[in-house]
């Protein structure tokens, strides 16, 4: 049996900043609003530790590959997507911000006010401003 080799930040390229601020950031999408179906191809973060195996990313980040394994283990979509915070890549994010009608020209303006000065902060910019705009939505009570 082949052993698994896991995630080196320090010798792999991480498909998305998996650090403690983006994982944040998405709870507080999450907490704001933003919807998300659980599929193949998703990033989650699994702050409460819900999932036995250990993570092969840090921060307790996984990347649903089989979906069948997720439902097994939570149950049912809908618990995965309660117990479990979506990290959307920068594709996805972008994708959101289009559906959220939000321009090019305001995700530039967003880089440079937020001041996203290396590829790390390039999601945590794109995340703050999907954040900015669900706030913002929200009805006032």
């Given at each position: ?19 403690r ?37 840090p ?39 289009k ?22 902060e ?20």
């Amino acid at each position: 049996m082949m052993k698994p080799i896991p995630f080196s930040p320090a010798n792999n390229h991480a498909p998305i900043p998996f650090n403690r601020q983006l994982c944040l950031l998405a709870q507080e999408l999450k907490e704001a609003g933003l919807s998300w179906q659980p599929h193949v191809g998703c990033f989650v973060w699994d702050p409460s530790g819900h999932i036995a195996v250990p993570s092969p990313f840090p921060e307790r980040v996984y990347f649903i590959l089989n979906l069948n394994h997720f439902i097994r283990i939570f149950g049912s979509e809908e618990n995965i997507e309660q117990k479990l915070v979506w990290l959307p890549t920068w594709h996805q994010a972008r994708l959101i911000l289009k559906n959220l009608s939000i321009d090019a020209a305001e995700v530039l303006k967003a880089f440079e006010t937020l001041k996203a000065l290396d590829e790390d902060e390039d999601l945590a910019a794109l995340y703050r401003l999907i954040l900015q705009t669900l706030k913002m939505q929200q009805p006032v009570t």
